[in-house]
Nanobody, 121 residues
Framework: QVQLVESGGGLVQAGGSLRLSCVAS?????MGWFRQASGKERGFLAY????????YYADSVKGRFTISRDDAKNAVYLQMNSLKSEDTAIYYC?????????????????WGQGTQVTVST
């Protein structure tokens, strides 16, 4: 059972940047990021699938967010630039040994507890 711990959230001005980190207790094929705004569904942001050397982004964050991982550290990162008020949410990292699709929360077996990102205007 893989344990995940996120960090790096906080309060940032609109247009600013944050870098989120997630450290896992073991290696998995797929690591990804989701977010959940108040009153909204948990939504997909990005994943990195090691076995396929594949990175995939949700349209809402393409060009602004960048996912990366360090397999030696079992870590995944999310660099977030040009933040907007609508990016305010709890951000979760997730991991899976394998996924059917990769963009659904149900695809991931392991989850962190989340880190709050608040973008002020």
């Amino acid at each position: 059972q893989v344990q995940l711990v996120e960090s790096g959230g906080g309060l940032v001005q609109a247009g600013g940047s944050l870098r989120l980190s997630c450290v896992a207790s073991g290696r998995t094929d797929v690591m990804g990021w989701f977010r959940q705004a108040s009153g909204k569904e948990r939504g997909f942001l990005a994943y990195d699938r090691r076995s396929a050397n594949e990175i995939y982004y949700a349209d809402s964050v393409k060009g602004r967010f960048t996912i990366s991982r360090d397999d030696a550290k079992n870590a995944v990162y999310l660099q977030m630039n040009s933040l907007k008020s609508e990016d305010t949410a709890i951000y979760y990292c997730a991991a899976a040994d394998a996924v059917r699709v990769g963009i659904r929360a149900r695809d991931y077996a392991y989850w962190g507890q989340g880190t709050q990102v608040t973008v002020s205007t």
